[in-house]
Antibody, heavy 123, light 107 residues
Framework: QVQLVESGGGVVQPGGSLRLSCEAS????????MFWVRQGPGKGLEWVAV????????FYSDSVKGRFTISRDNSKNTLHLQMDSLRPEDTALYYC????????????????WGQGTMVTVSS | SYELTQPPSVSVSPGQTARITCSGD??????VHWYRQRPGQAPVLLIY???ERPSGIPERFSGSTSGTTATLTMHAVQAEDEADYYC??????????FGTGTKVSVL
């Protein structure tokens, strides 16, 4: 079954750290760019970070740059997001998502999403 | 970075056509993708690269662009189309942006 399953969310105090994981199954993980996207309570979607298929290219939104680190382990079909110096405004449902690729090429669209893991930053 | 602006809400009657716009100064040089998000669910890709449909997406969903505005059109709207809709784009510096989102109400 083609799916993404996130884990690692929870409640953390401001300034704390959390590490999210996303386990992929049913497809060749190592050939897809992977993303983290978040959604605050009652808010819209916000792109957080992207990692290229082989892991060398990483890009971050301005709101998390310098605090969050995206990484992947292609041998374990797993994507991670290390979140440090957390702030209350980081409170959100964090989704893992896959770049859309067809027989021709990969795109900047996201075609497979997990169900998300909730992160709450509060004292 | 850049911004993508959508109308907060669109109302449509069942069987009619709904159009959702996405505006941004950078759009003439970027592809736009569209997603539907039903309450409590993850987003679903509806349209990629302005006007392409992934397999499994009905033909009544279509996308178009003109200058700084992209449009998602939904024909023969059904009750199940009531959801939030987001546009999304990416530039060549590795920056991805989602639109502000549009809530579609089927009245």
């Amino acid at each position: 079954q083609v799916q993404l399953v996130e884990s690692g969310g929870g409640v953390v105090q401001p300034g704390g750290s959390l590490r999210l994981s996303c386990e992929a199954s049913g497809f060749t993980f190592s050939t897809y760019g992977m993303f983290w996207v978040r959604q605050g309570p009652g808010k819209g979607l916000e792109w957080v970070a992207v990692n290229s298929f082989e892991g060398s290219k990483k890009f971050y939104s301005d709101s998390v740059k310098g605090r969050f680190t995206i990484s992947r382990d292609n041998s374990k079909n797993t994507l991670h997001l290390q979140m440090d110096s957390l702030r209350p405004e980081d409170t959100a449902l964090y989704y893992c998502a896959r770049a859309y690729c067809n027989e021709n090429a990969c795109t900047d669209a996201l075609d497979l999403w997990g169900q998300g893991t909730m992160v709450t930053v509060s004292s | 970075s850049y911004e993508l602006t959508q109308p907060p809400s669109v109302s449509v009657s069942p069987g009619q056509t709904a159009r959702i716009t996405c505006s941004g100064d950078a759009l003439p040089t970027l592809y736009v993708h569209w997603y539907r998000q039903r309450p409590g669910q993850a987003p679903v890709l509806l349209i990629y690269k302005d006007n392409e449909r992934p397999s499994g997406i009905p033909e009544r969903f279509s996308g178009s662009t003109s200058g700084t505005t992209a449009t998602l059109t939904m024909h023969a709207v059904q009750a199940e189309d009531e959801a939030d809709y987001y546009c999304q784009s990416a530039d060549n510096s590795g920056t991805y942006v989602f639109g502000t989102g549009t809530k579609v109400s089927v009245l």
